[in-house]
């Protein structure tokens, strides 16, 4: 009866051998895979933050874009003002008898005009 339970303790310590050894193994996988997950996050972050850093160049370059377009819209338009004053004094001259009067052309009062003109010696002088 002693013999049996001696074989039977021996084959307990042996299958307890085998759990720790089963048990370190899924323990060292454990591990690996959450070091997987915490690096393969880190890589997404990396490439979403690489994705977003896109992303705020190509909408500041498109600000950019928009901001020069009003700009050069803006410097046409007075362009066109002076063009047509020009026409006027032409006209004046005695080179076609009609819109002869400069304040008609323009339309706007002295003041806007004014504002105008400081508003693009400001943007001027910003850039």
């Known amino acids: 009866e002693k013999e049996i339970w001696n074989r039977e303790k021996l084959s307990l310590q042996k299958s307890l051998k ?10 060292a996988e454990l591990r690996s895979e959450a070091f997987l997950r915490e690096l393969g996050s880190d890589t997404e972050n990396a490439v979403l933050r690489r994705i977003y850093g896109k992303y705020l160049r190509a909408e500041s370059f498109r600000k950019a874009l928009i ?11 007075g362009f ?3 063009e047509e004053a020009t026409l006027a004094l032409i006209a004046r001259m005695g080179g076609q008898p009609s819109y002869t009067d400069l304040e008609i052309i323009t339309h706007h009062s002295k003041g806007f005009t004014r504002f105008r003109s400081a508003v693009r010696v400001s943007i001027a002088i910003s850039r």
Do not use: M
Request: charge should be positive; aromatic fraction near 8%.
């Open 67 to 77: 901001y020069q377009k009003k700009y050069l819209l803006l410097l046409l338009g």
């Open 80 to 82: 066109q003002e002076c």
């Open 18 to 27: 085998q759990a720790d050894a089963e048990l370190s193994k899924l323990r």
